[in-house]
């Protein structure tokens, strides 16, 4: 673990809540500074990897959660402090190298995701895709870094992106578990700590998958109906059978068992 410096650290490198206070006239998307007092909570409580504020792996956690606050809040590329604008690109496993404003205008969930067989990144806009993953984890999607492998200039870094599934995704139902996804980015940056270019690498199906795994709820409802209906239909069946060899049998009666017992039942034990 690289212990470094952290007197003269630039703003962007710092705590996220310090650089949301100190953040002015910012043009932030929903009209206000973002509150991350619940992420705050939830990452003491959760969070695997409690690294010193003096470690390179701190610095870097830093860099990037003040990234992930400008590219969910701020719509001015000029408010931007973690990126150079005019160079700053950003790909996932390998795919299309997107700039500054395909970020602002896409969010990160359809540049991160793309394309894929439980998610069309083309069907959705910035603002129906961020719902759509606040609402399947209504506390939070939260992140850490893991390990810093290689220092600045070029950053090699492994995280951890967690969450509990207990809100629907899209028509699929919640199934309570934590999912994690598990990835490695390649951070360039400048002599200023500014980010040149970021490279993601994870498994998006995998996420996507466990996203889906409790079935949609329309899928479920039906099944139940249809259980409801054949359990009814099997209990119609049997009342009417028993009716007909009841009615069968008074015509014919077992006399013996009838006049032994003087129960109008007595036919049907054998």
């Not at 990037?64 to 590329?77: L, M, Q, S």
């Not at 790909?91 to 700039?99: D, P, R």
């Not at 069946?237 to 109008?264: A, D, E, H, T, W």
Request: aromatic residues 12%; positive net charge.
């Amino acid at each position: 673990m690289t212990q470094i410096n952290t007197d003269n650290l630039p703003l962007w490198v710092q705590d996220r809540e310090k650089v949301l206070q100190s953040s002015q006239n910012v043009k932030w998307r929903n009209g206000a500074a973002p509150n991350y007092t619940t992420s705050t909570k939830n990452l003491a409580k959760e969070s695997k990897y409690n690294h010193p504020e003096n470690s390179l792996e701190s610095i870097v956690q830093n860099l990037v959660r003040t990234f992930d606050i400008e590219a969910n809040f701020k719509t001015n590329p000029q408010d931007w402090l973690t990126v150079v604008q005019d160079k700053f690109r950003m790909s996932t496993n390998g795919g299309t190298n997107y700039q500054l404003q395909d970020l602002i205008n896409s969010g990160t969930y359809k540049l991160l995701i793309g394309n894929t067989q439980h998610y069309k990144a083309s069907e959705e806009s910035f603002e129906t895709s961020t719902n759509l993953f606040h609402t399947a984890f209504p506390e939070g999607f939260l992140w850490e870094v893991v390990e810093v492998y290689s220092p600045p200039p070029t950053i090699v870094v492994k995280w951890r992106h967690w969450g509990h599934f207990r809100g629907n995704y899209k028509d699929y139902v919640s199934t309570g578990e934590t999912i994690e996804v598990i990835g490695i980015s390649i951070v360039k940056v400048d002599e200023d700590l500014k980010i040149l270019s970021l490279e993601h690498y994870y498994d998006n199906t995998k996420f996507l998958d466990s996203l889906t795994s409790g079935g949609k709820a329309i899928a479920q409802k039906q099944q139940q109906s249809s259980g409801e209906t054949q359990t009814s239909n099997s209990l119609q069946q049997k009342f009417m059978g028993f009716i007909k060899n009841f009615l069968r049998l008074k015509k014919n009666p077992k006399v013996s068992n009838y006049r032994v017992s003087r129960c109008p039942f007595a036919a049907f034990i054998q």
